[in-house]
């Protein structure tokens, strides 16, 4: 009986490394030979390249629109030479201290967006969801890309403007997307 189960563990131990052998010879061919699925390693290290974006690879601006009661565009891009995608979530924004972080006008995730050279991503952040007069002014908008809160980027805007309950869209390509419609 004994002989029986070291014959079987021997052949397991041969198995494993001629598998282990063949794994090698496979993988040292694939990565000699370009024309041998070369491509693929190509695309798999261009993926690499492109990752999600942090606040430090963006620039933004704002403006000022009057569509659905008025609204904050805010605009980002890729720095130069920057390749990376946008989620498609809300920004983290906030208008100051005590206005509080602008909540999901959404529901949802949208498509991501691949920023690079003039690519450009959009949000739309209404300062004031409430139908009333309450509110706390504020002439700055601090935004960032979740998961990077850390390092907001700090905007002045147009004009000052009273915030109460802000409300924000997800990231699009679109700028026509980015409407944050309150009601």
Not at 26 to 32: C, I, K, M, P, R
Not at 45 to 58: H, M, S, V, Y
């Amino acid at each position: 009986m004994r002989s029986r189960l070291a014959t079987r563990f021997a052949g397991l131990v041969l198995a494993a490394a001629a598998a282990a052998a063949l794994t090698t010879a496979a993988a040292a061919t694939a990565s000699a030979d370009p024309s041998s699925s070369g491509s693929e390693i190509g695309a798999d290290q261009e993926n690499d390249a492109e990752r999600a974006c942090a606040t430090g690879d963006l620039t933004f601006s704002v403006s000022e629109e009057t569509q659905a009661g008025g609204y904050f565009l805010v605009t980002t891009k890729a720095k130069p030479g920057v390749t990376c995608y946008l989620e498609g979530t809300i920004p983290s924004a906030s208008f100051g201290s005590g206005t509080g972080k602008a909540s999901p006008a959404e529901h949802g995730v949208t498509d991501p967006v691949k920023l690079s050279g003039s690519t450009a991503a959009y949000a739309g952040i209404s300062p004031k969801s409430t139908n009333n007069d309450d509110g706390k002014e504020s002439g700055r908008l601090a935004i960032a890309v979740v998961g990077d809160e850390t390092n907001p980027v700090t905007l002045k805007l147009p004009e000052p403007t009273l915030v109460d309950e802000p409300l924000t869209t997800n990231w699009h390509a679109d700028p026509a997307d980015a409407v944050p419609y309150t009601s």
